[in-house]
């Protein structure tokens, strides 16, 4: 029996040989994966213990978002590009004031960070995983005032909003610099400027090379998201608004 | 060999049956003639669960159990599948921020992939991480542009896989994209990017004319397209300046492709270049259908997107 078997596919070998066959039709597309389509138990169940876990700690409701705020809400400044930029600022600080006795003038943040829009209506600890999954943590570079005006140029070439503040920025048609305020004055030469980030912009992320040889770097060990969770536990409706920071004439 | 290729638009069903006539017939009328079917997906970025129904922009789209109840519906219909990911499996939900991936890989592991490659997001627990999840995945890595020779990852990545389904033979090879700039170097750590287009040109050759291959797929991360900065390496880059790739499934810039984009390589032939977005919203579906070879020269290959 065994040999006819090997006979068999001998001939089978020999016959596809024969026949060389050639691609002669291609479809392609794509399948939606929607509620239509009824889950896998056995996937089902071995999944639940898990999301169990993760579930008791991320239903905790912390705050409210008064509309759908996402990345593309705006051109330069998004609603949550401000939010985002604000409480980075806001949280950090205090604890950098208190580290160095110095003070946080700009927040710079990109665009591509922002993994998810908030939803209006109760904001919870999902959120903030959603928003912010990496585990990206806060630094603040000080930047000497000729890398500051690299930054500015950065921002005005990316053409995206990446999410800023304590600096305002207004463009000419032509995307040059019109105007750069921080803290409503020009940048002054000779001057260095305190800017909260994370490590990983800082660290050369989206190409911010200007804040890779800051003056002065201060390591805060306080993630993005738990900044997040802290402010959004401080707030009872997070403000989710366009304020001219960032704009095009 | 240039073929003549009749591609057509689903849409325009008349022009199908028209133009098509012929080859339907001949595709109809034997059984025996052979049919792969690929299956991917890419940036699913640990969307194990389906979105929620209030979510703004994707309610109730997406999810782990109900992907696998489709892939296994697909295989039964369709023994001669692959299934196959382009990167950025990590990051995105608390299941990979709570236990590193090891969830994202069991479930793949589950729904029987059969290659993936590597994307940035991969490296998010550093090269460490990655490593650390690998007895979790049942499928291998494929990546030709990453050198991983001084890093943990060293010989647990090959340049490309060869399968063979129904007699075809099937070479996939993997490509990531630049790292430097990206993903922070304390992550990737020694790993070596080299250009994807040049190491594409290579891995073809290999895969066609050495190995003999049937189909050859290109599993990419290195992007779809990027018109503000036409210099850099994307996957229509890649289908324009290579040949003998049939297929190119991407990744990385979350491209929600309605269907495949047909480009022209080298030498004139098409290329299939898809993306199914991210979060596991869609699964893209190829079918390859085979005849014989005098067949394919008398009747031209059509292309239905």
Do not use: W
């Not at chain 1, 209506?121 to 959603?130: D, E």
């Not at chain 1, 980030?197 to 390591?219: A, C, K, W």
């Not at chain 2, 073929?3 to 098509?20: E, K, P, W």
């Not at chain 2, 692959?82 to 729904?111: H, V």
């Amino acid at each position: 029996m065994r040999k006819i078997i090997a006979l068999f596919a001998v001939f089978l070998v020999v016959a596809c040989a024969k026949e060389k066959q050639e691609v002669s039709r291609i479809e392609g597309k794509r399948i939606n994966i929607n509620d239509s389509i009824t889950a896998n138990q056995e996937i089902e169940a071995y999944i639940q213990p898990f999301r169990e876990r993760i579930q008791e700690d991320m239903q905790k409701v912390l705050s409210y978002a008064p509309k759908d705020m996402h990345k593309r809400d705006g051109e330069f400044e998004t609603t949550i590009g401000n939010l985002m930029a604000d409480f980075v600022k806001l949280q950090s600080e205090p604890v950098y004031k208190k580290r160095t006795g110095k003070s946080i003038d700009v927040c710079l943040l990109n665009h591509g960070g922002i993994r998810a829009p908030i939803a209006q209506g109760p904001i919870t600890t999902q959120t903030a995983f959603n928003v912010m999954p990496f585990e990206n943590s806060i630094v603040v570079a000080e930047l000497t005032s000729e890398n500051m005006k690299v930054l500015v140029d950065y921002l005005a070439k990316a053409k995206r909003a990446h999410p800023i503040a304590g600096l305002t920025i207004k463009l000419n048609s032509d995307f040059t610099v019109n105007e750069a305020l921080i803290d409503g004055k020009p940048i002054e030469d000779g001057k260095t400027y305190t800017v909260v980030t994370s490590d990983y912009l800082q660290h050369g992320g989206d190409r911010m090379y200007f804040l890779q040889n800051p003056v002065t770097l201060e390591i805060l060990d306080y993630k993005i998201r738990n900044a997040m969770i802290d402010y959004f536990k401080t707030v009872d409706t997070i403000p989710a608004k366009l304020d001219g920071r960032f704009v095009k004439l | 060999m240039k073929r003549r290729d009749f591609i057509q638009h689903s849409l325009a069903t008349s022009a199908f049956v028209t133009l098509g006539g012929l080859s339907l017939q001949s595709f109809t009328a034997s059984s025996a003639k052979k049919h792969i079917t690929i299956l991917h997906t890419n940036d699913v970025h640990s969307h194990i669960d389906p979105f929620g129904a209030n979510h703004p922009r994707n309610p109730n789209q997406g999810g782990a159990a109900r992907r696998a109840t489709l892939v296994s519906k697909i295989r039964k219909e369709n023994p001669n599948t692959l299934l196959l990911d382009a990167g950025d499996i990590f990051q995105g939900t608390p299941y990979f921020n709570y236990y590193g991936g090891e969830l994202e890989f069991k479930l793949m592991s589950m729904m029987k992939y059969d290659l993936a490659t590597i994307g940035n997001h991969d490296f998010d627990n550093g090269i460490d991480g990655l490593y650390s999840q690998l007895p979790n995945a049942n499928f291998e890595f494929v990546s030709a542009n990453y050198d991983f020779k001084n890093t943990v990852m060293d010989t647990h990545v090959k340049p490309y896989k060869i399968f063979v389904k129904d007699g075809i033979k099937i070479g996939i090879f993997g490509l990531g994209v630049k790292l430097e700039g990206l993903v922070d170097k304390r992550m990737y750590k020694e790993t070596v990017y080299h250009d994807p287009i040049e190491f594409a040109q290579d891995m073809s050759r290999i895969l066609k004319e050495e190995e003999k291959c049937d189909l050859v797929i290109c599993l990419s991360h290195i992007g779809y397209n990027y018109t503000k900065n036409p210099e850099r390496p994307s996957d229509l880059m890649l289908a324009r300046k290579t040949k003998d790739i049939d297929l190119i499934i991407g990744g990385h810039t979350h491209t929600f492709l309605k269907k495949p984009t047909i480009e022209k390589n080298l030498n004139g032939d098409s290329v299939l270049v898809n993306q199914v977005g991210a979060y596991g919203i869609y699964v893209g579906r190829v079918d390859f259908y085979f005849d014989d070879e005098k067949n394919v020269i008398a009747n031209g290959k059509s292309i239905i997107v």
